[in-house]
């Protein structure tokens, strides 16, 4: 069964949801649809977990995070969002650093749609990933969430 939560973060609501012992989707509550089929609201030990985790991480004692993460998604957006995870704290990586990465020196945009699509938003950083100029272009939550984040963990962002 599905376990939802809200999470009051600095960036906004979070809902937290999980299944199977693991973190599905973590993601700004405006943004998601509703979520569809059964589900409970009550608090596990995993979103326990999981909230615990992400205070650390916004009071700046976190740099990694050690959380079972089962996202949804197709081969390549797993592959993207497993070399998202290898971009440690505090540090960017350009769309075709990823692309390169996972083997797709081509597949920039590819990546970039990948990235979009991230169920499991910080934990999963995709707020890493920045423009070959540096610039901060697309992030689901909004630009200035991601410049929010990179602050946070210490990147210096124009």
């Not at 976190?62 to 797993?78: A, S, V, W, Y």
Request: charged fraction near 25%; aromatic fraction near 8%; charge should be negative.
């Amino acid at each position: 069964m599905k376990h939802i939560t809200l999470y009051d973060s600095p960036v906004g609501i979070l809902r937290i949801v999980t299944e199977d012992s693991a973190l599905t989707d973590l993601a700004l509550d405006c943004d998601e649809p509703p979520v569809t089929g059964e589900y409970s609201r009550e608090e596990t030990p995993l979103t326990r977990r999981v909230r615990s985790q992400l205070d650390e991480y916004f009071s700046g004692q976190r740099t990694d995070f050690d959380l079972p993460l089962k996202p949804n998604g197709t081969e390549f957006q797993k592959k993207d969002w497993a070399a998202l995870q290898e971009i440690p704290y505090g540090q960017t990586r350009t769309y075709k650093d990823i692309a390169e990465a996972i083997g797709c020196p081509k597949g920039f945009r590819a990546v970039g749609l990948a990235n979009n699509r991230n169920p499991i938003m910080i934990i999963i950083p995709c707020h890493r990933v920045i423009g070959s100029d540096g610039s901060l272009t697309g992030y689901a939550g909004g630009t200035h969430i991601k410049k929010y984040l990179l602050e946070l963990e210490g990147v210096k962002v124009d």
